[in-house]
């Protein structure tokens, strides 16, 4: 029987997400094979964890890419960014706390893309007059990443409702980002 790696990688980002001190025993039990299978696909937990890096990666590009932050007002796109990471949100929050992604000084490519694709559309917010400029959109996107993870997190310790969990981290991200209009 054939097994599937990327079953077995969301199976880890949902094991880890939840127990990020879990034992590579633990994350084959959850994926259902055993430890010498999980040790054929990943050599251990670095490798483990830079497959689950790559996982975030693509699913965290892919969010940006239907979210669709070049059309319609900054607020909107933000909004539906914010429903389009929900689902990785989990596997963000994990990775945040691993500081093997940390090579020295260095941030990995794929996330130096992602993020100057999120400064876009804050940028692009300002330029339009919806967000704040006295914050920068580098600021604005490290609150955004700050927001989705705590989110993941009070969701998966049952503090929050799952159901609310856009609706919460838009706002407050809107809230904290919006220019307000003087009158």
Do not use: C
Not at 48 to 68: C, K, N, S, V, Y
């Amino acid at each position: 029987m054939a097994v599937d790696r990327t079953q077995v990688l969301r199976s880890a980002a949902a094991t880890l997400s939840l127990k990020a001190t879990a034992t590579l025993d633990d994350v084959a039990r959850a994926a259902g094979i055993g430890r010498a299978t999980l040790h054929r696909l990943f050599a251990g937990r670095d490798a483990l964890i830079r497959a689950l890096e790559e996982l975030a990666l693509e699913e965290m590009a892919a969010a940006i890419d239907g979210a669709a932050l070049d059309e319609g007002p900054a607020d909107e796109a933000l909004r539906r960014l914010v429903a389009g990471v929900e689902p990785v949100a989990p596997l963000l929050s994990f990775l945040v706390t691993e500081n093997q992604l940390f090579e020295g000084e260095e941030q990995h490519e794929g996330w130096a893309a992602l993020d100057a694709r999120v400064s876009a559309l804050f940028r692009r917010g300002q330029e339009q007059g919806v967000f704040r400029i006295d914050l920068t959109p580098a600021w604005l996107t490290e609150a955004f990443y700050g927001l989705i993870g705590s989110g993941a997190w009070a969701v998966m310790d049952g503090r929050v409702a799952a159901k609310d969990y856009q609706y919460m981290i838009a706002e407050l991200m809107l809230g904290g980002a919006r220019r307000s209009v003087e009158k």
